[in-house]
T-cell receptor, first 113, second 111 residues
Framework: NAGVMQNPRHLVRRRGQEARLRCSPMKGHSHVYWYRQLPEEGLKFMVYLQKENIIDESGMPKERFSAEFPKEGPSILRIQQVVRGDSAAYFC???????????FGPGTRLLVL | SQQGEEDPQALSIQEGENATMNCSYK?????LQWYRQNSGRGLVHLIL?????REKHSGRLRVTLDTSKKSSSLLITASRAADTASYFCATDAVGTDKLIFGTGTRLQVFP
């Protein structure tokens, strides 16, 4: 039973480019969460999705960031016109339902030059 | 503001000693989870304790939860060098499904 998969593991972008981060939840999990971790800090919640629905995006910046979890395929976190401050590790987690253990992927480390 | 605050921020011990980390939070919760993160890696789930539970064990780990004080502790007994990592508590507040993470405790176990 494969765990949560994220790709790419490392992503380098220049300022102004777009970054697309992908997350495939564990088999049987329909709840996906995205978190961001800055160096030496804890994880900060960004967005919570179920298939085709955004449930809670209270942690998502209002501009440039968007997330989706289509009926088929992985969840995508998209960052448009990246800036240096977007450099961080982005983690995806999944669970079979709400209020249960969230299992984390290995993360995507984004570096904006 | 961040839900969880962890204490201490950093802890250094010798192999074989016990390590205790504490976590405080602010609002009512459904459950509290502890995770481990090795440097530059993802998070590994250690243990989940529900709001109606007071203590839970898993191998060398012992977690307590005091909802009246809004605090939890993680005890690692007979520590090993391989336990060196950052440890985070995360709460699942009532009415939400998102996790709010603490700032973490960086544990260093010397052989």
């Amino acid at each position: 039973n494969a765990g949560v998969m994220q790709n790419p593991r490392h992503l380098v972008r220049r300022r102004g480019q777009e970054a697309r981060l992908r997350c495939s939840p564990m088999k049987g999990h329909s709840h996906v969460y995205w978190y961001r971790q800055l160096p030496e800090e804890g994880l900060k919640f960004m967005v919570y999705l179920q298939k085709e629905n955004i449930i809670d995006e209270s942690g998502m910046p209002k501009e440039r960031f968007s997330a989706e979890f289509p009926k088929e395929g992985p969840s995508i976190l998209r960052i448009q016109q990246v800036v240096r401050g977007d450099s961080a590790a982005y983690f995806c987690a999944s669970s079979p339902s709400g209020q249960e253990t969230q299992y984390f992927g290995p993360g995507t480390r984004l570096l904006v030059l | 503001s961040q839900q969880g605050e962890e204490d201490p921020q950093a802890l250094s011990i010798q192999e074989g000693e016990n390590a205790t980390m504490n976590c405080s939070y602010k609002t009512s919760i459904n459950n509290l989870q502890w995770y481990r993160q090795n440097s530059g890696r993802g998070l590994v789930h250690l243990i989940l304790i529900r709001s109606n539970e007071r203590e839970k064990h898993s191998g060398r780990l012992r977690v307590t939860l005091d909802t009246s004080k809004k605090s939890s502790s993680l005890l690692i007994t007979a520590s090993r060098a391989a336990d060196t990592a950052s440890y985070f508590c995360a709460t699942d507040a009532v009415g939400t499904d998102k996790l709010i993470f603490g700032t973490g405790t960086r544990l260093q176990v010397f052989p």
